[in-house]
């Protein structure tokens, strides 16, 4: 597959590199970084420079990813997995007795939010678990009341902070990776339903209510416009203003002026594309539809089922974040606290996409050293 | 895509076909189906993007483009209001304000309150705002303060992110210089009431700081005054911070309006009625200009431009001299022997020789019963008649020509007529007839009707200004049209209404009163070369029993009536003062006197008026600032603060003008008996020079 390889002429272990996916993340980021850099006013400070060191810190982070050896893997799983949840739990009983919700826990130096790593290891553990549950098993109880439980808990934690983005995160990983693993279809379709069922009751008594009307906006964004609807408003303005090339670099309106709420994190794709238009939103897109046609390759080329599961939901992981912030920023989806991933700036999302990434990268690893193998671990 | 998975469970449940294979099956095609609702999720946003950004780009760009651009109207500066040599009676000054914009205000009155500290505002200013506020509707500003120091507009615009809705900013706010001498025949500004933005929507209406006439010639001249409102776009962020000036359109300002108005004159007039409540009005006699309107107490229209105040208003309705009342226009007083002149002149047109003399025995007997004179004149002549003012004479030759002749004469006079004015509204009073009578009565004229109009009495009502315009008419024989704005043409004056014959001798007598051996002896002007001719009235309100109309309760004391013109040989200026239960012609005429001398000598006239006002403790506009002073720390803290719509306040007034009209009528129903103590050429009681408030508390 590799050119470079065949060739000879770039040494083996660069040229090995996914650079089909590389190279557009690349491009990517260094796009965000130009974002940012108008976000901030023209200037490298505070956003573009410090997004660019995390890249490239998180960047070497996935490199070392990428060298884990299939058993460490396994065998970290699920001590990785306690250890995450003690520090969720941590979180929460911090924030119980300081008073008010917490997320995160300062290490001294970093900041750490726990329900962000949450959503890789639980793909992980996941994975694990179905890789190594007998696969006459996988129709019965089992292959959904344990699963069940290791996304209850992190799940149940995350809504308590309370972060309903992130939950809901952590709850879609799972569950791409139990429709991966070959659960049969009608538990899915039960689950659909009662969620369904249970949608309207979540909405009315589970939901802060702030986090309502951010729901109820999304289908009448005008209603409300100086209020819960202004996000949306805004950011469709940013967008529609932008036409099809945009107003020029550094030339936003609406970022520059502090029309567009949270230019550089959540919406940074509304700050892109009134400065870029059409023209940026499809180079945007088109880059993340290379990189998750690429993870769903690795998962699909994968030689057993532990990496298989395990890049499937490491892709989904990252295809959730990226469809739910730009069904946000288009008005197709209630604003949730999600950054795009590789553009906004935010240490967090950076890193949980990093591993992402990672993982993916080590699953392409794999598959290249052992081709062809059996399926049996 | 359901049913090809509804398949696969159905085959799960048929048999144990589950293996790795299978599995791997499974994974595979539903990777497949994930990548398939990612490719759709990547369209799906592909297209809504390109619909947001190209199909509803011109919208949306629309939008962005109202969020950046703010676009403020810079109010114009009103046009100035001069006087007809040119000097200001109302002019500009620029100054710093605030506003606020109540709907922008997240919490009103804390923000008040923090403004009120923060510009030092009196706590009934920061109750009325409040008021004001709560009762405002949508965008109209409420305007919380003008005239600020820099220091307090510095303060302010760098607190201003943390403010809202509270709009400072540097302009032009209206200035009268002669403060209350103009307030009623001026007016003043205001901003628009949420009628008139009903009426005349336009969004300058609710610009802050813009303020449209409320009253008087302001609101008359209003769109010579309004000019054309500039306007500025700025950029703005979110949060109201500007950012940078795009364009400016200089406002135009309005046009000015020339009066023929003397401002000198006019604020003399007003100072020199004092502590006195009444009127004086001077006409042009060459070409019908109104050089003075003046009406006092008034207010201070500086401070009305700024919102009436309720503790303001408080005193202000208060006062039984009603400083509200413009007193020239809306002012209606039983003419008093003020009308004699112009009832000779019926008498001469009738046929009357003015020889012909009758015997005055303290009276006269008119059918079969005897009416009082004021005094026993003997013989008397039309000279006589006029000079000495004796009742008798009027009695006869009233009775004799019929009244109905009478008040023809008057009406040609100006009595009773509303003129040509660009006021926002005139009383024109009452000139009975027999006919007149039985329509608003429906009861027959009786000959004691044709007594009390024969001398100005019983349902005769004429205004200030009708006084002066018959002065005019008197002296000059011709037609006299008054004017008050120096651009429409004089007219009048080719219409002759008396035989110059008539003239001379009514000149003549009315010259005697003054100069001769006549009733305003006091009256004489203190110039070598100029006479003033004149006619006193003395108007009762009340019945003999009531009152002596001299001392007593201000209310029933008598009006003092003067109509002058001067030179008496080729009259240049008339004019006729009337001071509200005054005590008889005494509290008018000196008045007049007064006023004449600094229309002849300036510098005599305010060494005569310096002397007074020390006497009365400063200027109308210093005694009206230390009674609102006084008023307002004996008071203040107990005035509610209410919310009042300038129109309404005037046509309260209005109301009350009509029904202070109507008062003299109460004693029309009889003879009103002329007192014997009622001597013009008396001095005033000696009460007159105490303080009107401590007369008035003897009520």
């Known amino acids: 597959m590799n050119t470079f390889a065949r060739n000879g002429i770039i040494p083996t272990p660069i040229a090995n590199q996914p650079w089909g996916m590389l190279i557009p993340l690349f491009a990517l980021v ?11 006013g023209g200037s490298w400070d505070p956003y573009a420079s410090s997004h660019l060191i995390r890249f490239l810190v998180f960047l070497f982070m996935s490199a070392v990813i990428t060298a884990f050896p299939r058993a460490l893997v396994r065998f970290m799983a699920y001590p990785v997995y306690v250890i995450v949840l003690l520090l969720l739990l941590a979180v929460e009983v911090i924030g119980q007795v300081q008073g008010g919700s917490q997320r995160w826990l300062d290490l001294g130096f970093m900041v750490l939010q726990p329900s962000e790593i949450m959503k890789p290891v639980i793909i992980v553990v996941l994975a694990h678990y179905f890789s190594s549950l007998p696969v006459g098993l996988i129709t019965s109880w089992r292959a959904l009341l344990v699963p069940g439980a290791l996304i209850g808990f992190p799940v149940a934690l995350v809504l308590l902070q309370p972060d309903l983005g992130t939950s809901l995160a952590i709850l879609f990983g799972g569950g791409i990776v139990m429709l991966l693993a070959g659960l049969p279809l009608r538990w899915f379709v039960l689950a659909g339903l009662a969620a369904a069922a249970i949608a309207p009751l979540a909405f009315f008594f589970g939901l802060q209510e702030y986090q309502q009307r951010r729901v109820l906006t999304m289908f009448d964004p005008e209603a409300d416009p100086l209020g819960a609807g202004y996000h949306i408003t805004q950011s469709k303005i940013a967008i529609g203003s932008g036409g099809l090339f ?34 940026g939103g499809l180079f945007v897109i088109a880059i993340f539809t290379i990189i998750l046609r690429w993870g769903l390759r690795v998962a699909a080329r994968s030689q057993d089922r532990f990496a298989a599961l395990l890049a499937g939901g490491m892709a989904a992981t990252i295809f959730f974040y990226i469809a739910v912030n730009l069904l946000m920023v288009m008005g197709m989806a209630p604003v949730v606290g999600i950054p795009l991933p590789f553009m906004s700036h935010g240490g967090s999302s950076m890193l949980t996409n990093m591993i992402c990434i990672g993982a993916l990268m080590m699953v392409d690893r794999w598959n290249r050293n052992a081709p062809r193998s059996g399926l049996a671990n | 895509m359901k049913n090809w998975f509804t398949w696969r469970s159905g085959a799960q449940r048929r048999g144990p076909l589950v293996n790795a294979s299978t599995l791997k099956n499974t994974f595979d095609r539903r990777a497949f189906v994930i990548g398939g609702v990612q490719g759709g999720i990547a369209v799906l946003l592909a297209v809504r993007m390109g619909y947001i950004a190209i199909a509803e780009n011109e919208k949306y760009q629309l939008e962005s483009e109202s969020n950046r651009v703010n676009l403020t109207l810079i109010p114009p500066r009103r046009g100035w209001i001069l006087d007809r040599n040119g000097a200001p009676l109302a002019s500009n000054r620029a100054d710093f304000r605030v506003d606020v914009i109540p709907e922008r205000l997240a919490d009103p009155d804390a923000m008040i309150d923090q403004l009120g500290e923060l510009l030092e505002l009196e706590p009934d200013r920061v109750a009325d705002i409040k008021l004001e506020i709560a009762s405002a509707s949508g965008f109209a500003p409420v305007e919380v303060a003008s005239g600020l120091d820099y220091e307090q507009f510095a303060a302010l615009s760098v607190r201003l992110p943390d403010m809202q809705g509270v709009v400072p900013q540097r302009g032009f706010s209206r200035f009268y210089p002669t403060g209350s001498s103009v307030g009623h025949l001026i007016g003043y500004v205001g901003p628009a009431s949420a009628e008139e933005f009903d009426e005349d929507p336009n969004p300058l209406l609710v610009t802050p700081g813009y303020k449209i006439g409320k009253d008087g010639l302001e609101k008359q001249f209003e769109e010579e005054l309004r000019g054309v409102p500039g306007a500025r776009r700025v950029e703005v962020t979110a949060g109201g911070r500007i950012i940078r000036n795009l364009e400016t359109r200089e406002d135009i300002q309005g046009d000015p309006v020339r009066l023929t108005i003397d401002g000198p004159l006019q604020d003399y007039a007003a100072r020199r009625i004092g502590l006195e409540s009444g009127s004086v009005v001077v006409l042009d006699c060459e070409k019908g200009d109104i050089l003075c309107m003046a009406s006092m107490p008034s207010f201070d229209p500086n401070s009305f431009s700024d919102g009436i105040g309720s503790v303001e208003y408080a005193m202000l309705r208060e006062d039984q001299r009603v400083p509200l009342r413009n007193k020239v226009l809306k002012g209606l007083y039983p003419p008093g022997s003020t009308v004699k002149p112009m009832h000779c002149m019926a008498f001469l047109r009738a046929g009357v020789s003015p020889s012909d003399a009758i015997t005055c025995g303290g009276g006269r007997r008119i059918g079969n019963r005897f009416f009082n004179c004021w005094s026993n004149h003997g013989r008397v002549d039309m000279a006589k008649a006029i000079y000495q003012s004796c009742d008798s004479y009027f009695y006869h030759f009233a009775q004799q020509i019929g009244f109905d002749a009478v008040a023809e004469m008057a009406k040609t006079c100006g009595m009773g007529e509303q003129f040509d004015l660009p006021v926002t509204s005139q009383f024109y009073g009452t000139v009975p007839t027999a006919e007149w009578k039985f329509d608003k009565f429906g009861q027959e004229w009786q000959p004691y009707d044709t007594v009390n109009a024969s001398i100005g009495q019983g349902y005769y009502l004429a205004s200030p200004l009708q006084l002066a315009v018959s002065a005019a008419r008197l002296a000059t024989g011709r037609h006299v049209k008054p004017r008050l704005d120096l651009g429409t043409p004089p007219s009048g004056f080719d ?33 070598e070369d100029t006479q ?23 209310k029933y004391r008598d009006h003092g009536l003067f109509t002058f013109f001067a030179p008496t040989d080729k009259p240049r200026y008339a004019g006729a003062v009337v001071i509200e239960h005054g005590g008889g012609s005494g509290a008018a005429y000196p008045i007049a006197r007064d006023v004449m001398t600094f229309m002849f000598d300036p510098a005599k006239g305010l060494e005569l008026l310096k002397a007074l006002e020390e006497q009365w403790g400063g200027t109308a506009q210093e005694r009206l600032d230390q009674r609102y002073a006084a008023y307002a720390t004996a008071q203040g803290a107990s005035v509610p603060p209410t919310r009042r719509r300038d129109e309404a306040i005037f046509d309260r007034v209005e109301a009350e003008a009509r029904l202070d009209a109507q008062r003299s009528e109460q004693i029309a129903g009889g003879f009103v008996a002329p007192r014997p103590a009622a001597n013009p050429s008396e001095p005033p009681p000696s009460d007159m020079t105490t303080p009107p408030a401590e007369r008035g508390a003897v009520e």
């Open chain 1, 30 to 40: 260094a796009f965000g970084a130009a974002v940012l850099y108008s976000a901030a």
């Open chain 1, 246 to 279: 945009g107003k020029g670099f550094n030339n936003g309106s609406q970022s520059h002026l502090q029309y567009l709420p949270e230019p550089h994190t959540d919406f940074v794709f509304a700050t892109m594309a009134e400065e870029w238009g059409l023209v």
């Open chain 2, 495 to 527: 219409q002759v209404d008396f035989p110059d014959d008539h003239v001379r001798l009514v000149r003549q007598a009315m010259s005697d009163v003054v100069n001769g051996p006549g009733t305003a002896g006091r009256g004489r002007l203190p110039l």
């Open chain 2, 532 to 554: 003033m001719a004149g006619k006193t009235g003395t108007a009762q309100v009340v019945s003999l029993s009531v009152s002596d109309g001299r001392s007593g309760p201000w």
